[in-house]
């Protein structure tokens, strides 16, 4: 009987030992896409890149020093999956663009080619998985038929009478 109260009691300090260290790794998910519109947002023609790379890069907040970099590389519907190991309690966290693999959609745009993420256990979010917005690459020339589209996004397509 002592030997399964010591086994349990191993069991549970081996247990919630494991969630200690599982508690500050946090994995970081988003999306690259290409702006075939040059719109400067998604649209229903916006194609996701596969085979996009992307960092997360965290940076001291009062030094400006880079303390951690991670790279990822995107699937074949332009999502990433970046894990990162420790908090990042004093550090800004990015995941910036570094590289498309389509060559005609490799225009960075300020603005688009980063995004915030918290990487820091005591801040209020739940869970380990921080979603990042999704960074774009500009088309080097617009799709044919992108007026058009661009034109009923704004409601200046015909006015029926």
């Known amino acids: 009987m002592e030997n399964t109260a010591l086994f349990f009691a191993a069991l549970c300090l081996l247990s919630s030992a494991a969630l200690v260290s599982s508690i500050d790794n946090f994995s970081v998910e988003g999306r690259v896409y290409c702006d075939t519109c040059r719109a400067g947002?998604?649209?229903?023609?916006?194609?996701?890149?596969?085979?996009?790379?992307?960092?997360v890069e965290c940076k001291h907040f009062t030094t400006g020093k880079v303390e951690h970099v991670n790279e990822g590389v995107t699937d074949s519907t332009g999502h990433y999956k970046i894990s990162i190991a420790d908090d990042h309690e004093q550090e800004i966290c990015e995941v910036v663009l570094v590289d498309s693999s389509l060559a005609n959609c490799k225009e960075v745009e300020n603005g688009r080619d980063r995004a915030e993420v918290l990487l820091a256990s005591e801040s209020g979010i739940a869970g380990n998985t921080r979603h990042a917005n999704s960074l774009g690459f500009l088309r080097d020339e617009p799709l044919p038929y992108c007026a058009k589209l661009l034109q009923e996004y704004y409601g200046l397509g015909e006015q029926e009478s």
């Open 41 to 55: 947002f998604e649209t229903n023609v916006t194609e996701y890149i596969s085979g996009a790379t992307v960092k």
